[in-house]
């Protein structure tokens, strides 16, 4: 549980500078309890799906966990050791730790907003240095900003989803509109009514008319549909629960358009961004830092050596002048499994100069400028063409024998196998990434089989290639093997 908590405070991570000051009045901690406590709780900005933040009793610290997802367990910070101003807008809350085998910090720090009141940053030390998030009061929208905020998209589209037979909803003059695209199924009604929950949850009741009926169509009666949904009006964030199940929606937008205003990203910087496979870290040995832009929106930092995890959505560019630019990227939380632990969403912003004539990107990253310059190997479709090119890729030992092999066709097809032997076995790519200096990542699905007595379960396989372009040749592990392929023409 300490991991778990450790890791909810360091992902949640923003990196933001410090707002305007309207004046310089300093807070003692009663004076501060009482400004904390005129909103019930503070949020993060996945509302309900994480902890909550209470300032209540005086002196109570509670981090509320009754609604969160990973945590299920709330903590009580009842004993305050000590307060401090450290700046203008900056407090220090010192308590005795209830719960040491669970938590490993009872040091934390509150940092207001003069410009708004319903906005605070939290922070905790880490690793030497404090880290931030940002937390957002927990006040509701009236009904008609609540609406107001939806129609200001034309559309709302499922996120990370097909282009075809995806969630979507409209919002038009307290008309509701919810469908499957491309599938015939979607549904029209008014909104009757809206009610804030909490936790940044709303419900949204909307009726429909009923129906005579038809030849091709049934009678039905008038009808309600109560929609419970999400939305973080500081971020305009939305969710809604389909089945039980938490859906993200995102405004559908036409990137032909770029309309301005629209808070897509610079496609100028993000076009020059994903020209290249991989940035990498200049000036470092294989293993170091690197970049990637892709898939219209995503942007993956990392390390060569382990892959990373830091690869978010970026929700918009926002150009400085002089080649300096702001880019905030949003990343998913994760629930976990047997090897990863959950953690919270958040969002990240960062500071990035990019000189086109130079091609080099430098990017501020925890105090450091980290200078990048784009590995110009191929793409991972342009890999997976040139694999394609020649009938197969074989091992082949002094006497000019062929051993291992491996084929690639129909652009997802993967055959592995010995060609001496009836080994074999194909597959499909599930993806192909590019890792720089000519290496590659190719995940393969292979499915099971029913066959008696050599039954076996659907699993997949993961191969790290390496591509020579002088000597055309191709060296991976199969198999626990080194193995080093050559095209046969």
């Known amino acids: 549980m300490k991991k778990v908590f450790r890791l909810f405070l360091i992902v949640l991570m923003l990196v933001v500078g410090l707002t305007g000051c309207k004046d310089n009045k300093k807070m003692n901690q009663k004076q501060l309890w009482e400004y904390l406590g005129k909103y019930s709780r503070y949020l993060t900005e996945l509302g309900g799906e994480a902890t909550a933040f209470v300032f209540d009793k005086d002196d109570d610290l509670t981090f509320d966990n009754s609604r969160g997802l990973g945590v299920r367990k709330s903590f009580y910070f009842t004993k305050l050791l000590s307060f401090s101003n450290e700046n203008d807008y900056l407090y220090r809350l010192e308590y005795e730790n209830p719960y040491p085998d669970e938590i490993n ?18 922070g905790a030390p880490n690793g030497g240095e404090i880290i931030y998030y940002d937390l957002y009061a927990d006040v509701g929208l009236s009904s008609d900003k609540l609406l107001e905020k939806l129609e200001a998209h034309d559309t709302w589209r499922e996120d990370n989803s097909d282009d075809v037979g995806y969630y979507f909803v409209r919002v038009d003059d307290k008309e509701f509109t919810f469908g499957i695209m491309n599938s015939g199924f979607g549904s029209i009604g008014d909104i009757s009514k809206v009610e804030y929950k909490g936790y940044m949850l709303y419900t949204i009741i909307v009726d429909h008319q009923g129906y005579e009926g038809d030849e091709m169509t049934d009678p039905y009666d008038p009808y309600s549909v109560e929609y419970l949904i999400y939305y973080n009006h500081y971020l305009d964030l939305f969710k809604i629960f389909i089945d039980d199940e938490l859906v993200k929606f995102i405004p559908k937008v036409d990137l032909d358009d770029n309309n301005e205003g629209d808070n897509l990203p610079s496609l100028d910087l993000y076009a020059e961004l994903s020209k290249y496979a991989i940035w990498i870290e200049v000036d470092e040995s294989p293993g170091g830092r690197f970049l990637k832009a892709y898939n219209g929106d995503r942007f993956h930092l990392g390390t060569l050596s382990s892959g990373g995890t830091d690869s978010g959505r970026i929700t918009n560019i926002q150009d400085n002048g002089n080649m300096y630019y702001t880019v905030t990227v949003y990343y998913e939380g994760y629930e976990g499994d047997d090897f990863t632990e959950p953690f919270e969403a958040y969002t990240r912003e960062y500071k990035l100069h990019f000189d086109p004539n130079k091609e080099i990107v430098i990017i501020e990253l925890y105090g450091k400028s980290v200078k990048y310059a784009p590995d110009k ?15 197969r890729w074989s091992e082949v030992d002094e006497y000019g024998d062929e ?12 055959q592995k196998g010995i ?3 009836d080994y074999g076995h194909s597959g499909n790519i599930e993806y192909i990434e590019y890792m720089g200096y000519n290496n590659y990542n190719i995940l393969v699905d292979y499915p099971g089989s029913d066959i008696e007595p050599f039954e076996y379960e659907s699993y ?13 040749t191709l060296t991976f592990i199969i198999d626990n093997k080194v193995v080093k392929m050559k095209p046969k023409k």
């Open 419 to 421: 060609i001496a032997s």
């Open 403 to 414: 051993g291992y092999f491996i084929r690639v066709f129909d652009n997802d097809k993967f």
């Open 460 to 472: 997949s396989e993961s191969y790290w290639i390496q591509y020579d372009p002088q000597k055309e």
């Open 377 to 391: 190997g191929l793409h991972p479709n342009q890999f997976i063409a040139l694999l394609s090119k020649y009938k």
């Open 105 to 122: 910090c009872s040091i934390y720090y509150v940092e207001l907003n003069p410009e708004d009141d319903t906005r605070i940053r939290f």
